[in-house]
């Protein structure tokens, strides 16, 4: 019962995942439009069934720059919505 999973302790809820896809401008403009489509519909595959993460099968490759660190690449791309390029990663 839904009502007995709420208030148990001991069983955790699943959470449900972001629909938002996001990856750097740069990136998103060299992908084909088949690419983009693909990868927009697994993130929102996964966040309909609570998942947190799409599948592994739809990672990007060529995303970020040889020697560039986690940090650097977070911080130093501009990262945008990839169904919609022209709103930022976080906007609605």
Known sequence: MAFDQLNNPFKKQKGGGTKKTCLPAAKIRSMSKSERSKLVRAKRKAAKSGKYKRSSKTNVKGARK???????????????????????????
């Open 66 to 92: 040889k020697g560039a660190t986690l940090r650097d690449w977070f911080q130093k791309e501009d990262w945008r919505q990839v169904n919609d390029p022209s709103k930022k990663c976080g906007e609605k």
